[in-house]
Nanobody, 122 residues
């Protein structure tokens, strides 16, 4: 069984920084990546903000590119999101998730943490 738990959320003023951590247990050989999503207040959908693949390559949404950095431990038991120059629009619940390989649809997010709140004030 795969378990993910986020930590490091909190309140910060605009321009500040936070680092989120995600502890991952229960490794699966089908894993092909890990990522951070967020769900802003009043929005139903979660936005993928950063993805790190097994080969270490990364992908960022345009909204966070140049400000956020995703990284992971070599053991892949932990993942991080360094968030700099935070803006009020970054306020959201942040979720970590693992991507698992599916024979029919490729890599899809299959396991999720419970989320951690990030609040950025002006």
């Amino acid at each position: 069984q795969v378990h993910l738990k986020e930590s490091g959320g909190g309140s910060v003023q605009a321009g500040g920084s936070l680092q989120l951590s995600c502890a991952v247990s229960g490794f699966r050989s089908s894993r092909c990546g890990m990522g951070w999503h967020r769900q802003a207040p009043g929005k139903e959908e979660r936005e993928l903000v950063a993805l790190i693949k097994n080969d270490g390559s990364t992908v960022y949404s345009d909204s966070v590119k140049g400000r956020f950095t995703i990284s992971q431990e070599v053991s892949k038991t932990a993942m991080y999101l360094q968030m700099n120059n935070l803006k009020t629009e970054d306020t959201a619940v942040y979720y970590c998730a693992t991507q698992e390989s599916n024979a029919h649809v490729g890599c899809i997010f299959g396991y999720w943490g419970q989320g951690t709140q990030v609040t950025v004030s002006s």
